[in-house]
């Protein structure tokens, strides 16, 4: 018997020689000639979330085409501890990829490990200003004063005084998104009704890819006599744009602008979108990186430098409030209204 | 008949004939030496105690095991029968003892069910149940929904879809077992109106008198083999009995009384329910004093399972009470039962007594978990329990390779012997034993006896059931009867014979004789078993 | 006494080979497969399997195989408790992640000595695993319901109670500079440092809970192996008649084995929560006890085997982040996975087969033809 398992080690070990030595003159693709390559590491869901992963993509496909770099994403899987984070990250150290970026607040602890073991290497994280590293950019967004701003419009646009929002996952960012919006709205005019809704508690993230409970959650504010929804809550908001349109009322879009990918029927229901271009600032901070500009410590992304904002592309509907929400949106900007973080 | 796909010489050789047929498991009696032959157009019983062989018998009659040795011959040719669909081919079909119907498709549906190629599942169909059901008296309408029939019809269902399929010879596996009284009628003219229309009928059963009121022939299987093929015009259900449990055997001799005055087991008026609140257990009283062995004798599923779960604590008690050497137990759970000295052979090994996948040395321990020399406060004691397994091995002749391998490659004698040496272990006060040599050869028979006659000799109170009777009249210093869970009578076993037991635990009287002891040599031989 | 012993080791050498012969054939089948895919997808699977092996290896790839398959060690043990009784305990998963949150949220909420701050946040976790697993278990033998059913409800519950206590209300704060929420951080009184792996030629440390993980795969090899409540608890998974016969109260056995399984269970997210991340927070990994059920399968409940099967699967995990760098679909992993995991189990069922038929002939080719007179 011994004598049995003996040969199957042996075997299996001259198949894994027989693996290594075949893998020899495989080869990598592309690099290697000094041009930097841009590695990418998402959160979990990764690529396809029609939200923050896919936005953070974006910047990237735009990266590789107008920077005509080489490009690589690595996404994370939910049962993973810190440790794969790290490798994650040590792995596109070491395999020259310069920079990084990371996305999500979950790389936090483990992007300023690697970035103090790497430190030629410029790194990046979305949605995180923990650490403070010369060769670590924090990407934060206002996504508060572009709520700010839907609210708003949303006040502005209202027939029956009641409107609504739906929140994807009940955590803190999204908590932001509410934030602002209620205080928009209540600038301008404080007795407003605000429905206040989320799909679901941290940590069940479902909330933000989960169309039909959207749907369900848009659909009870407009019976409740809401007119205009706000959504923050990712591939679920699809379902509240449905609901939107299915009750001829209005709705506003999130992240990007949603007026521009709908369907020609969804359009005239949009009111407008509060925009946060990840995708901008991952292309300009790979521009910074590639250019020797990229600086440690925080950027953010606020109204003042475009980072955030609402959508103007339903000139039809928001057109006349566009006066208004720009005399806002300059008062943000020059700090005269100050807007919550927290509900 | 005019269906039968296989062609059918008019010289009439017999239905199915069996030669030598013998089945070999590790581990258990299977089947050796089968000879059996069955004329065609008869009602053919084969009867025999549970365990007996006639389940494996039927499943190699069915093409669902192949026999080791011997030949099978139907209908005058030579046959190998690897499956049950080779078997429907040769025309043998089974009536299984659980129904295989789907109680949400019609009586048309279910019988067409696999056979959809014989003649379609439409009017064809119809036609072909309709003229089956006619020839055969079945009245079976077609179109009925399954779930709306009663027992009785599901039957003739299922005969008929066999039927439907060619078979001109019929196993019907313990057919009355789910039935009442009525229906067993009703079951019975329709098997003589199949025989009248020449098809042959294998009816296997363990109840005497229905098997003698139906078959045309009746062949007895005891310990794997076939002891005798009798007439039922020529014998009685005594001596079918007799034959069936092995009036033949060597008795189990023991003779001097060794009883002491104290009651080791004494059971008061024990009751135990089942799940449907049916008392089994009725109101069971009786002593088992020290160096006592009391046998309770009585036709399988009258209780005595049901008794012995009840002393062992697997099973709750009702009413009663139960004492050991004067200390009430009944509350008790099994393991404090057992440490408090009961040994116990449980009727069934493999569900009951055995770890199949370990080796014999874990299986020593089991039952025996927190006693020495197998545990050492919280842990096993691995070295005490493996020494202790070599010294059951030796004094009570296992024969294994070794005490590593698993029990399961032991056969069924070995197996048992090493339970007997283990419940022996630890000087017990009472031992309950079910069926102690159910299963295992001769010579482990006899060992196993020796071995209790040893521990009775010392003083251990035993509590003995047995299907056999020559072990329970050989073996045992008193004798009960047990009857639908109730003690119905006590026999002298020095001069009780196996066919007034046996008539005894068909609840046919002999009570009054046996019971007051002195020989009564031939009491009424008149009615048979109800 | 050579006599009586050289059959056991020869009996445990050739059950050892045979599981190694399993283990190698399913090893190569798995291999094929996943070869078969890499090849319909278009890529040369000796490169891809060169790559994972180059990386797989590296002294930092190894150290974080190590971390990984700590993790996925203690969830496989948690599991196989209940497996060596035929308990299907899939409520592992919510059982550590609630552990894990109270465990963090005592633990942040008091700064005590260290040790005693370690251990406190460790019993903290423990008994609120074992807790969370004992309704299952009281839910089967005082109502009959399946733990396979109540344990997958009783994870949504998990996470239903989670949420509303990692709120800012309850347990949880603000992580500083992150729209992150977690429990108040554990003091550095109550970190358990790591183990520098400089003589791997890595920087990463290994998780200083390794040495948690081999106490309790020893603990758990001792208990099922050696003390009476082991003998009852392989009993019943084996017979759970012949275990009641033997005086096992098998509804007792049900609620302690679901138990044990859970408390063990607590201990999952220990080695990331005192080691790496010292904080319940949003992005603590989910659906470990998953991983659990299949590793656990994979080193057939041994507490060795299992050992092997965490760091295959944390191998593979990893190595496989090499195959993305290359624009291979990672996916594959989770391909070969799967397919050692049905092997393995095919394949060991079919040579323990073989095995007792060779025990058989062995036992009736000593004895004769001593079978059934």
């Keep these: 018997m011994t004598k049995l398992a003996s040969v199957a080690m042996a075997g299996a070990l001259v198949m894994a020689a027989a693996a290594c030595g075949g893998g020899e003159g495989g080869g990598t693709e592309g690099g290697g000639d000094g041009a930097a390559r841009v590695g990418l590491a998402y959160d979990i869901g990764g690529r396809g979330d029609r939200s923050f992963n896919d936005a953070a993509y974006r910047g990237l496909e735009q990266v590789a085409e107008e920077l005509d770099l080489e490009v690589q994403d690595l996404a994370a899987e939910a049962d993973e501890t810190d440790a794969d984070k790290v490798a994650r990250l040590q792995l596109m150290a070491e395999e020259g990829y310069n920079p990084i970026i990371a996305v999500g607040f979950a790389y936090s602890g483990a992007v300023a490990q690697v970035a103090a073991e790497y430190p030629d290497v410029q790194f990046a994280i979305v949605d995180d200003e923990a650490n403070d590293l010369p060769n670590l950019t924090n990407l934060v967004f206002a996504e508060e004063q572009a709520s700010f701003l839907a609210g708003a419009a949303a006040a502005l646009a209202t027939e029956e005084d009641h409107i609504g929002f739906v929140g994807g996952v009940e955590n803190p960012l999204i908590q932001k998104f509410e934030a602002g919006y209620v205080a928009g709205a209540q600038h301008i005019n404080p007795d407003i009704q605000i429905d206040i809704a989320y799909i679901t508690q941290p940590p069940d993230f479902t909330g933000f890819t989960d169309p039909a409970r959207g749907q369900a959650a848009a659909q009870g504010q407009y019976d409740a006599g809401a007119d205009v929804v706000y959504h923050a809550a990712g591939a679920s908001g699809n379902g509240v744009i449905d609901a939107a349109v299915a009750n001829e009322q209005l709705v506003i879009g999130v992240d990007s602008d949603q007026y521009l990918t709908a369907d020609p029927e969804e359009q005239p229901y949009i009111l407008t979108s509060a925009v946060k271009l990840v995708d901008t600032a991952v292309f300009e901070f790979v521009q910074g990186a590639v250019n020797g500009t990229a600086e440690g410590g925080t950027v953010r992304f606020d109204l003042a430098n475009e980072g955030v904002g609402y959508s103007r592309s339903n000139t039809e509907l928001i057109g006349e409030y566009e006066e208004q929400l720009d005399e806002l949106q300059q008062q943000i900007i020059d700090g005269e209204i100050e807007v919550p973080t927290e509900p | 008949m005019t269906t039968t796909p296989a062609p059918e010489p008019e010289a009439a050789p017999a239905a199915v004939e069996l030669h030598g047929i013998t089945k070999r498991f590790p581990g258990v009696v299977a089947n050796h030496d089968i000879d059996i032959t069955v004329r065609r157009g008869t009602v053919h019983a084969i009867v025999g105690e549970n365990g007996a062989g006639k389940s494996t018998l039927m499943k190699i009659l069915y093409g669902m095991q192949r026999p080791d040795e011997g030949t099978i011959t139907v209908d005058g040719t030579p046959v190998q029968l690897t499956s049950p669909a080779e078997a429907i081919k040769r025309g043998i079909g089974m009536v299984h003892q659980h129904f295989m119907l789907a109680d949400n498709l019609t009586v048309l549906e279910n019988v067409v069910l696999g056979a959809e190629r014989l003649h379609g599942i439409g009017a064809k169909a119809r036609a072909r149940i309709t003229e089956l059901s006619d020839q055969y008296g079945l009245g079976v309408k077609p179109d009925r929904l399954m779930e709306e029939l009663g027992v009785g019809d599901r039957q003739r269902v299922e005969i008929l879809k066999v039927l439907y399929r060619g078979a001109h010879i019929l196993i019907l596996d313990e057919p009355t077992t789910v039935l009442v009284p009525q229906e067993v009628d009703e079951l019975f003219g329709n098997l003589r109106l199949l025989k009248r229309e020449g098809l042959t009928v294998i009816f296997i059963s363990h109840k005497l008198d229905e098997v003698l009121s139906v078959a045309d022939t009746i062949t007895v299987i005891r310990r794997g083999t076939t002891v005798g093929t009798v007439e039922p015009a020529e014998t009685t259900a005594r001596q079918l009995a007799a034959l069936m449990v092995g009036g033949e055997l060597p008795v189990p001799g023991l003779r001097d009384t060794v009883a002491g005055e104290r009651v080791m087991l004494r059971l008061e008026e024990v009751r135990s329910l089942s799940p449907d609140g049916r008392p089994v257990v009725d109101g069971v009283s009786l002593d088992i004093r020290a160096g006592e062995i009391v046998g309770i004798a009585g036709v399988e599923g009258n209780g005595q399972a049901e008794l012995i779960e009840t002393i062992m604590g697997m099973r709750p008690i009702a009413s009663g009470a139960v004492l050991l050497d004067s200390v009430p137990i009944t509350s008790w759970h099994t393991r404090r039962i057992r440490e408090a000295g009961v040994g116990y052979i449980p009727e069934d090994r493999h569900r009951h007594g055995l770890l199949l996948e370990s080796p014999l040395w874990e299986n020593r321990i089991l039952g025996h978990q927190t006693e020495r020399p197998n545990a050492r406060g919280p842990f ?74 040893a521990a009775r000799a010392r003083g251990l109170a035993v509590l003995l059931i047995s299907a056999d009777l020559d072990e329970l009249i050989g073996m045992s210093d008193t004798l009960h009867v047990i009857l639908r869970g109730r003690i119905v009578g006590t026999a002298d076993p020095h001069t009780v014979t196996p066919e007034q037991l046996g008539s005894a635990m068909t609840g046919a009287g002999l009570d009054p004789d046996a019971a007051a002891g002195p020989a009564p040599d031939a009491p009424d031989e008149g009615e048979d078993a109800t | 006494m050579n006599d009586r012993l050289s059959p056991r080791v020869r009996d445990r050498l050739s059950s050892l080979g045979l599981l190694a012969a399993a283990l190698a054939a399913s090893a190569v089948i798995a291999g094929a497969i996943t070869s078969a895919v890499l090849l319909a997808t278009g890529v040369d699977p000796g490169y891809a399997f060169a790559e994972m092996f180059s990386y797989g290896f590296r002294p930092n790839s190894v150290v974080a195989i190590i971390n990984q398959g700590t993790t996925y060690y203690i969830a496989a043990i948690a599991v196989a408790i209940g497996f060596k009784m035929k308990l299907f305990n899939i409520g592992v998963d919510g059982q550590y992640r609630l552990a894990a949150l109270l465990g963090a949220a005592v633990g942040g909420a008091w700064v005590l000595p260290p040790v005693i701050h370690q251990v406190v946040i460790i019993l903290v976790a423990v008994m609120v695993g074992g807790f969370w697993a004992g309704i299952a278990g009281y839910l089967k033998v005082a109502r009959g319901i399946s733990e396979v059913i109540s344990t997958i409800m009783l994870n949504s519950i998990a996470t239903g109670i989670t949420a509303y206590l990692l709120t800012e209300d309850r347990l949880a704060v603000q992580v ?31 998780y200083g809970l390794v040495l948690l993980a081999a106490a309790v795969g020893v603990g758990y090899w001792l208990l099922v192996n050696r003390t009476r409540y082991g003998f009852d608890l392989r009993a019943t998974g084996q017979s759970a008649t012949a275990a009641a016969a033997s005086g096992v109260e098998v509804k007792r056995m049900v609620v302690y084995s679901m138990v044990i399984s859970g408390m063990v269970a607590g201990l999952i997210g220990m080695p990331q929560l005192l080691g790496a991340s010292h904080h319940y927070a949003l992005d603590f990994p989910v659906g470990l006890g998953f991983t659990g059920i299949a590793i656990a399968l994979l080193g057939r409940n041994h507490p060795v085997g299992i050992v092997f099967a965490a760091l295959l699967w944390a191998f593979l995990e990893q190595s496989s982040l090499a195959l993305t760098i290359h624009d291979i679909p990672r996916e594959i992993v989770v391909i070969t996975q799967a397919a050692i995991v049905l092997t393995v189990v095919v394949v060991y069922e079919v040579v323990h087969r073989i095995g007792r038929r060779m025990q058989q002939q062995r036992v009736g080719a000593q004895l004769g033809t001593a079978e059934v007179a």
């Design chain 2, 380 to 453: 096993v004691d691995i070295r005490g329990a493996r020494a202790d397994t070599q010294r059951i091995v030796d004094a009570y002749d296992v024969r294994t390779p070794g005490i590593d391998v698993e029990i399961n490659a032991l056969s069924g004698g070995n197996q048992q012997k090493l339970i007997v040496g283990r419940e022996m272990s630890g000087e017990p006060k009472v031992l309950i034993a079910a069926h102690p040599t159910r299963g295992v050869d001769v010579g482990a028979q006899s060992a196993i006896w020796d071995h209790l006659r």
């Design chain 3, 176 to 206: 500083q500079g992150s729209n992150n929420i977690g429990t108040r951080p554990i003091a550095e009184s109550g970190w358990v440092p790591g183990i520098p792996a400089g003589f791997l030629g890595a920087n990463n440390e290994i």
